[in-house]
């Protein structure tokens, strides 16, 4: 794992979280670009689009067996390609900055709210680019030849 890129995220994600507790959350909302993109203090209760509401315990263990089950991958797998890896260890960073708004809140902080899609925060950017990456990744490459213990690993393409 990449415990820099990791660090960085989740610190980021921390740092405008609790901007927006401090000056959004009196004012509830700031148009940036009216009717298009505002920064919206919101509360979210659930997982992405709202759903599961109140279901806190459920998060913080399907969160743990997530991050869990990818250090075992990643330590399984510590030569996998590059991409995937980059893939994984921004899934596990958005993972790490909701579980840590779980635990400390009992809810996630979101905030950045483009009118047509539900309010959104850095962590959950974060989850949704490393699964995207991460599926390209599994989609595009059917299996990856030996190599030998020093070279770099390059995937074969379907």
Not at 22 to 49: D, M, S, V
Not at 74 to 87: A, Q, S
Not at 110 to 119: N, S
């Amino acid at each position: 794992m990449n415990f820099i890129l990791i660090a960085l995220i989740v610190l980021l994600d921390k740092a405008t979280k609790l901007l927006a507790i401090e000056y959004l959350q009196p004012i509830r909302t700031l148009p940036i670009i009216e009717g298009i993109f505002h920064l919206t203090y919101h509360e979210n209760r659930g997982a992405a689009f709202g759903i599961l509401q109140g279901q806190r315990t459920f998060f913080l263990i399907a969160t743990t067996i997530v991050l869990i089950a990818i250090a075992i991958f990643m330590y399984k797998y510590r030569r996998i390609y590059t991409p995937m890896k980059l893939g994984l260890n921004l899934i596990v960073a958005g993972a790490i900055g909701n579980l840590i708004d779980r635990i400390r809140f009992g809810f996630v902080v979101d905030f950045f709210d483009f009118r047509i899609w539900p309010v959104f925060n850095i962590a959950d950017s974060a989850v949704v680019v490393g699964a995207i990456l991460v599926s390209y990744i599994i989609l595009k490459y059917d299996h990856y030849e030996p190599v030998e213990p020093n070279e770099p690993i390059e995937p074969k393409e379907m």
